[in-house]
């Protein structure tokens, strides 16, 4: 199937003649004189900044599949997958997506949807298949090729270097337990940057701490309907308080080690910064001793993490709770995770929780999230769209942050095909407007948000939940690797056609 979409299958996705009339393929609205843009129709206010950019976002391991072509070493998500009892219905990625030999069909969906800008990862097995040593050619030629691709369609390529999927042949020997893999991240990461740099201005260094070193290496339980749920990653490990926290600190080193070596390695304007799931504390009622009271838990929720980044130090707080468990560092080390860097990418989907101003030391009362509380598809996915204006303000307003990319946004939906061949996500479209509206007002006051990337372009191998869970703007049929934009990518080409809430 061409996924080289015309304005007319747009406007049969949409339902709405109106809809042809309006829209153009990216490759015409860069060439397109400002004033003959299309103009906001009237009562759209929201507007974003000029130069807010609109992109999507993928990961290798959920999308690429060919995990045994060109010299691509096995990762731990291949000996996950393959755990019995561990991936929903047995489901793998062996194939996901097809994307390694189907990228050219996908970089002109993104093309014809309005993409500018594809935040996409690098398999670290496929480049080094041991986590070191003799770096794999056909594994850098394929990024070569995409990054190629993209540029040609007029897209900004925003690779990320670490998206979980370590080589196993690395955990083979401690894994992220191991001060070793965050030096072989670090050469990975250098290696890169001299093979990209000519074309991929910005990097991500790590995604998501907390998910693959808390729910990788200790998991977590949380209650849904009255039931406790477990919630794992790969590799499955549950470590103790102590090893635990020295993952932590492997990981955050390692992201500065990144760091410096794209420094070293990279083209003159290579840009860097990490890409997290920032814990956000959300005022439960906006007045200035809630909103400080937020602010105060957010910082302390991510003492491991972003914190510590940040600051160039462990919070009090964190080291005291810790007590003997605490990780073992130097002040060296300190000054390698707060390398400086040029902007923080937030994956943001859910409030961690809603907090009040408090008399008690901490100087917050946190605030349980009532058993009715609507949420999305996903069990863990609580709906509280005022988080994307909250995530944003308080990397600003704590960390003076310079540059803020929202690197990932979205939500799971029961998508399926219609009889006459669409897929009517109405949820997803709810949650993308909700939640850009409340990016818009970040924006409006100031906060420096450069651009947003939905996640993601496609359904894909929804790492615990297989294919079960749908996240993206395009359904794809796993059996025959059809792709169909949903409804919610037509939202998206206008949002990003008109820079504004639609």
Not at 223 to 235: F, N, Q, S, T
Request: overall charge neutral; glycine content about 8%.
């Amino acid at each position: 199937m061409s996924t080289n979409l015309t304005r007319r299958d747009f406007a049969k996705i949409a339902g709405s003649a109106a809809l042809a009339m309006t829209t153009a393929p990216l490759a015409g609205l860069a060439q397109t004189p400002v004033e003959s843009r299309p103009k906001p129709a009237q009562g759209i206010a929201a507007a974003f900044p000029d130069g807010f950019s609109w992109g999507v976002a993928t990961s290798a391991y959920q999308i690429e599949g060919a995990i045994k072509e060109d010299g691509r070493g096995a990762s731990i998500w291949d000996t996950y997958a393959h755990t019995p009892g561990k991936i929903r219905n047995g489901h793998n990625a062996d194939i996901a997506n097809d994307h390694y030999h189907r990228y050219k069909d996908d970089v002109r969906l993104m093309q014809d949807m309005g993409v500018k800008n594809y935040r996409f990862s690098i398999a670290w097995p496929r480049i080094f298949p041991d986590g070191i040593g003799q770096p794999n050619a056909k594994g850098l030629d394929f990024y070569n090729r995409l990054v190629d691709a993209l540029l040609e369609a007029g897209i900004e390529p925003f690779p990320t270097l670490y998206h979980w999927d370590l080589p196993q042949a690395l955990q083979d020997k401690g894994g992220w337990q191991s001060r070793d893999t965050a030096k072989a991240f670090a050469d990975y990461a250098g290696y890169m940057a001299r093979a990209l740099s000519d074309r991929a201005k910005r990097f991500f260094t790590i995604n998501e701490f907390f998910s693959f070193v808390d729910l990788g290496h200790r998991g977590a339980e949380m209650m849904v309907d009255g039931k406790k749920v477990r919630i794992e990653l790969a590799p499955g490990l549950r470590l103790s308080n102590a090893k635990l926290n020295q993952v932590r600190h492997n990981a955050v080193l390692a992201h500065g080690l990144s760091v410096e070596a794209i420094r070293a390695n990279g083209k003159a304007g290579t840009k860097c910064g990490p890409a997290d799931n920032l814990s956000t504390a959300v005022p439960a009622i906006e007045t200035p001793e809630n909103i400080r009271a937020a602010e105060i838990a957010t910082r302390e929720m991510n003492a491991g993490y972003l914190t510590v980044i940040l600051e160039g130090k462990y919070a009090d707080a964190y080291l005291a709770a810790a007590g003997n468990d605490a990780p073992k560092f130097t002040e060296e080390d300190l000054k390698i995770i707060s390398s400086p860097v040029d902007f923080i990418g937030l994956n943001v989907y859910r409030p961690s929780v809603y907090v009040v101003a408090s008399e008690r030391a901490s100087g917050f009362r946190p605030i349980s999230f009532n058993k009715s509380h609507p949420r999305m598809l996903s069990l863990w996915h609580v709906l509280g769209p005022e988080v994307m204006y909250w995530a944003p303000r308080q990397m600003q307003s704590l960390w003076k942050t310079k540059e803020i990319y929202i690197t990932e946004n979205g939500c799971a939906a029961s998508d399926q095909m219609s009889a006459n061949g669409t897929v009517d996500d109405s949820d997803r479209i709810m949650f993308l407007r909700n939640h850009l509206a409340h990016l818009q007002r970040a924006t409006a006051e100031g906060v420096p948000v450069k651009g947003y990337f939905h996640w993601s372009l496609m359904d894909n191998f929804e790492w615990s939940d297989g294919f079960a869970n749908r996240f993206g703007l395009v359904y794809v049929d796993y059996k025959t690797q059809q792709r169909t934009p949903k409804l919610s990518a037509a939202y998206f080409r206008e949002a990003a056609l008109r820079n504004a809430v639609v």
